[in-house]
Nanobody, 127 residues
Framework: QLQASGGGLVQPGGSLRLSCTGS????????IGWYRQAPGKQYEGVSC????????HQADSVKGRFTILRDNSKNTVYLQMNSLKPEDTAVYYC??????????????????????WGQGTLVTVSS
């Protein structure tokens, strides 16, 4: 299973680092996708890291502000979020697709087609 954590309340312009940690399996060969759902809105793919090469993908809405990183020694993928905006407020989720690559990551849809899903962590950006 996956565990997403690290959410909280942050002021506009601030930073947060979310963690997606796997248990019961090695995440090394899995693509990991982060997606979010703001109140009253549909799921939005945010960022993804391939499980087979160095490919990463970020949505246009977060490009240049969010970075996705993998630490295989901790079986964890991080989403570093900088320059946060109120419109980034949402519940953030992670998912994992076995041997997922640029096809799955580049598609930008991570709330289905995965092998594992985590529960969400709430990020609130407000002054």
């Amino acid at each position: 299973q996956l565990q997403a954590s690290g959410g909280g309340l942050v002021q506009p312009g601030g930073s947060l680092r979310l963690s997606c940690t796997g248990s019961g399996f090695s995440m090394e060969n899995y693509a990991i996708g982060w997606y979010r759902q703001a109140p009253g809105k549909q799921y939005e793919g945010v960022s993804c890291i391939s499980g087979v090469d160095d490919f990463t993908h970020q949505a246009d809405s977060v490009k240049g502000r969010f970075t996705i990183l993998r630490d295989n020694s901790k079986n964890t993928v991080y989403l570093q979020m900088n320059s946060l905006k109120p419109e980034d407020t949402a519940v953030y989720y992670c998912s994992a697709q076995r041997r997922g690559g640029s096809g799955w990551c580049g598609g930008g849809v991570y709330h289905y087609g995965a092998n594992y899903w985590g529960q969400g962590t709430l990020v609130t950006v407000s002054s």
